[in-house]
C-alpha cells in the first residue's frame, strides 16, 4: 500500500493561492509566448502541458518520443537529478513508466525543435556529442537542471521588467506543474486521471496536494444539481429515459411489465 509523503512533495504549491489562482491560465500563456522564440521552447512547453517534472523531461529520449498517428504522446521512463556536481540518471520519482498524451501544438513545437536541433547538429560538425537526448546543448551534451530552471526565472522577470507593474508571480518550472494540475482539475477531470498524468504514486497524493482546488469545485456543485433538478422537464422524456417504463408501455405482456 502506498502511503502519501509528509514532506515538500505533499504540500499545497504556494504560488497559486486563492488571490492569484483565477490568473493562471493567463500567466502560463504569456509564460508560453515569451520563451517562444527560444531554443529550448519544446521544453517549456511540455513542462506546462504535460505536467511533468524537469529531471523527467531532461531524461526524455527522441526513441520515446510518438509524433504520428492519432494518438500522439511521450514515454516517461526516467529522471535527471544532481548528486555533488554530477548529472545523475535513474529512474521516476515512483520508479514508475507512465505514458503522457500531448496535444497537436505540443507536436509542432517538437517537431520544430527536432529540425533546429538537427541543424545545431550539422554545424558542430565533429563536436557534436552523440546520444538520443530530446533536450541538449548546443553541441549535443545532456541538459543540466540548473539551465531549465534559470532560464523560466529570467524569463518571469523579463516580461514583469516590461510592464508598470510586476504581472507575473515569481516563478519556478516546477509551478508549470502545478498549474497543469490545477487547471486539469478545474476543468473536471478525474482525479485519478490527473494522478496517472502527473506520475503520483496514488490519487490520495493529489487530492492532498490540490485539496485547495477540488475544495472550490466543491462549492459549485450544490448550484450545478439544483440547476439540473430545478429546471423544468417534459414528462414525456422522463418516461424515455426509464427503459422499463418504455417496454412497459410498448408491450403490456412484457416480463417487464408481468414483474
Known amino acids: ?23 493562471t491560465r493567463r ?15 519544446a521544453f ?45 540518471e535513474g529512474t521516476t520519482k515512483t520508479g514508475r513508466v507512465r505514458m503522457v498524451g500531448i496535444d497537436a501544438g505540443t507536436v509542432a513545437a517538437l517537431r520544430e525543435h527536432a529540425g533546429r536541433q538537427a541543424k545545431e547538429r550539422e554545424r558542430a560538425c565533429g563536436s557534436w556529442v552523440e546520444g538520443g537526448h530530446v533536450f541538449r546543448m548546443e553541441i549535443g551534451s545532456p541538459l543540466f537542471p540548473d539551465v531549465a530552471g534559470s532560464l523560466m526565472r529570467r524569463t518571469v522577470e523579463a516580461i514583469n521588467a516590461c510592464q508598470d507593474k510586476p504581472v507575473l508571480p515569481p516563478m519556478r ?11 486539469l482539475l478545474k476543468a473536471g477531470i ?5 494522478a496517472a498524468r502527473l506520475g503520483h504514486a496514488d490519487p490520495a497524493i493529489t487530492l492532498r496536494v490540490y ?47 408481468s414483474r
Open 44 to 88: 517549456f512547453r511540455l513542462a506546462a502541458y504535460t505536467g511533468a517534472r524537469r529531471g523527467e523531461l531532461l531524461h526524455l529520449r527522441w526513441d520515446d518520443v510518438e509524433l504520428d498517428g492519432g494518438h500522439p504522446h511521450i514515454v516517461v521512463r526516467g529522471s535527471v537529478t544532481m548528486v555533488e556536481g554530477r548529472r545523475v
Open 211 to 257: 485539496a485547495h482546488v477540488l475544495r472550490d469545485q466543491a462549492v459549485e456543485v450544490a448550484q450545478i444539481f439544483a440547476a439540473v433538478v430545478d429546471q423544468p422537464v417534459d414528462p414525456d422524456q422522463l418516461v424515455l429515459a426509464n427503459p422499463l417504463a418504455s417496454r412497459s408501455d410498448a408491450d403490456p405482456g412484457s416480463e417487464g411489465a
Open 27 to 41: 500567466s502560463c500563456a504569456r509564460s508560453s509566448n515569451a520563451v517562444s522564440t527560444h531554443r529550448l521552447y
Open 1 to 23: 500500500m502506498n502511503t502519501p509523503p509528509s514532506g515538500p512533495s505533499a504540500r499545497r504549491p504556494t504560488l497559486w493561492s486563492r488571490s492569484t489562482r483565477s490568473g
Open 190 to 194: 478525474p482525479v485519478h486521471v490527473v
Open 173 to 183: 518550472l516546477h509551478d508549470l506543474r502545478h498549474v497543469h494540475a490545477t487547471l
